[in-house]
């Protein structure tokens, strides 16, 4: 079993800037990708930025020049730095690896850590 745990989220004003973070810790074989996803009341789950281990990384036009992902493939961390806040980045922002284990590969997801971002 993976366990994901985040840390960093918070209230922020618009322009300004959060870090999160996620570790992974348990039986891990290999993490393939990393990354971070974000659901905001009512929407879908979408992707925010992800790491591959090769170190490439993918992001949403939404966030692209704003929010830089980061990774530590000894420690199995993940960050997210987000600069230029909006207050449509209010969301619940979850950490994803994508990870194979003794019993095989899967996706693990951490709880997840609130971003809001508001005056």
């Known amino acids: 079993q993976v366990q994901l745990v985040e840390s960093g989220g918070g209230l922020v004003q618009p322009g300004g800037s959060l870090r999160l973070s996620c570790a992974a810790s348990g039986i891990i074989f290999k993490i393939h990708t990393m990354g971070w996803y974000r659901q905001a009341p009512g929407k879908q789950r979408e992707l925010v930025a992800a790491v591959r281990a090769g170190g490439d990384t993918t992001y949403p036009d939404s966030v692209k020049g704003r929010f830089t992902i980061s990774r530590d493939m000894v420690k199995n961390t993940v960050d997210l730095q987000m600069d230029s806040l909006k207050p449509e980045d209010t969301a619940v922002y979850y950490c994803?690896?994508?990870?194979?284990?003794?019993?095989?590969?899967?996706?693990?997801w951490g709880q997840g850590t609130q971003v809001t971002v508001s005056s």
């Open positions: 994803n690896a994508d990870t194979s284990t003794a019993i095989g590969r899967g996706d693990y």
